[in-house]
C-alpha cells in the first residue's frame, strides 16, 4: 500500500454516546498508527477535547490492557458548540497549532454530520470509525457496540424467562435503539419473545392483545414482549397499563433495561470489529483516503462519504421481521 508521506500525526477522538468496543478501537489506531511511525495525540471529551485544546501524546503503553474494558479511556462527549462555526474554527486552529495531519474519529451518525460540516469548511482529512449500540450508521452491516448490547439485553431477557415462568407473568421488556428496532428486534428473536415492537413496524394493539391472549389459552407459562424505545408513542408502561386491564388474569410487569446496555466488557465480535476498523481507519488515511467512514459491509471494508452516512441508515431486514412474526406464534 503506497503511504502519504505528509500524514506524520494523528489525532485520535471519541464522541458522542459510548459504546462497548471503543477501547478496543482505540487500541487498535494507536498500535497501528506507532507501527507505521506516526505520532498520535489523543484528545480528550470528543469533539469538546480539540475545541479546548486538550492533546496528549501517547505510546504503546497507553494502550496496555484496555482492550476487554468498556466504556472510552479518551472520555465522550456530545458537544454543543460544535455546532457553531466560531468554535469549530477554534477547534481547527487547535488542531494546526498542535500540527494534526489528520484525524480519526470514532463516532456515530451525529458525530459523522459534524465532521462532514467540519472537512467542508476546513481543509484537513478525517477518517471515522462506526460505533453505535443502535447499529443506525450507513455503510457498515454493524457498528461496533451492537452485538455487545444486544447479547447484554440478551442475558437479562433469559434471567426475565425464568421468573417469569416460575410466576406465570408476562413481562414487558424495553430495550434501547433510539428510533430504530435493531436491538429488539434481534435480541427478541434469540430469546423466544411472543411479540417484538419495534418503530419500523406500526404497532396494532388489537393483533398484539389477540397474540397475547392465544399464548394465554394455550398455557404458555410466560409471556414476553420485547419493546424498542422508540416503537410506542406513549411508552411501554401505558401500554403495559392497557393489557392489565383488558386482561386482569395477567400479572403483567414493566422491565427498562436503559444504560445497562451501553457498559460491560465487549463480545469478542466486537473486539475484532474494533480491531479490523481501527487498524483499516490508519491504513487508509496513509493511502490517501478521508473524509469517510470505514465499515464493514457483507465480510468486506467499505468506504462511505460522511454526508451520506450521518444522512441515511441500513435498512430493516424484511426477513428478520418475518422471521420473527412467524416464530413468536
Not at 38 to 54: M, Q, R, T
Request: aromatic share 6%.
Amino acid at each position: 500500500m503506497k503511504q502519504n508521506h505528509k500524514i506524520k500525526t494523528i489525532a485520535l477522538l471519541t464522541s458522542g454516546g459510548d459504546a462497548p468496543g471503543l477501547n478496543a478501537a482505540i487500541r487498535a489506531v494507536v498500535r497501528t498508527a506507532l507501527a507505521n511511525q506516526l505520532k498520535v495525540l489523543i484528545a480528550h471529551d470528543g469533539y469538546e477535547g480539540l475545541i479546548n485544546n486538550s492533546f496528549q501524546e501517547v505510546d504503546e503503553g497507553f494502550v496496555s490492557n484496555i482492550i476487554h474494558k468498556g466504556g472510552t479511556i479518551l472520555n465522550t462527549s456530545r458537544s454543543e458548540r460544535f455546532r457553531l462555526p466560531k468554535w469549530r474554527k477554534v477547534a481547527f486552529q487547535n488542531l494546526k497549532k498542535a500540527k494534526v495531519d489528520a484525524v480519526i474519529l470514532i463516532g456515530g451518525n451525529g458525530s459523522f454530520a459534524g465532521a462532514a460540516i467540519f472537512t467542508e469548511e476546513f481543509d484537513i482529512p478525517f477518517i471515522g470509525i462506526p460505533k453505535t449500540i443502535d447499529n443506525d450508521v450507513a455503510g457498515t452491516d454493524f457498528a461496533i457496540g451492537f452485538d455487545t448490547a444486544v447479547n447484554t439485553a440478551l442475558d437479562a431477557l433469559d434471567k426475565i424467562r425464568d421468573t417469569a415462568n416460575s410466576h406465570h407473568r408476562l413481562f414487558f421488556v424495553e430495550v434501547m435503539g433510539r428510533d430504530l428496532g435493531y436491538i429488539a428486534l434481534h435480541c427478541g428473536i434469540a430469546a423466544g419473545a411472543e411479540a417484538i415492537l419495534i418503530p419500523e413496524k406500526k404497532t396494532n394493539i388489537t393483533d398484539l392483545m389477540r397474540q397475547l391472549e392465544e399464548g394465554w389459552k394455550r398455557k404458555k407459562s410466560s409471556l414476553i414482549v420485547v419493546v424498542a424505545e422508540g416503537a410506542l408513542k406513549k411508552g411501554t408502561h401505558d401500554l403495559a397499563e392497557k393489557v392489565k386491564e383488558k386482561f386482569p388474569h395477567f400479572d403483567v410487569k414493566v422491565n427498562v433495561l436503559g444504560h445497562m446496555q451501553r457498559g460491560g466488557s465487549p463480545t469478542c465480535f466486537d473486539r475484532v470489529l474494533a480491531s479490523h476498523l481501527g487498524y483499516q481507519a490508519v491504513h487508509s488515511l496513509l493511502a490517501g483516503k478521508k473524509n469517510v467512514v470505514v465499515g464493514l459491509v457483507q465480510n468486506k471494508i467499505a468506504f462511505t462519504p460522511f454526508s451520506e452516512s450521518s444522512r441515511t441508515t441500513h435498512s430493516m431486514s424484511e426477513e428478520m421481521m418475518n422471521i420473527a412474526k412467524e416464530l413468536s406464534k
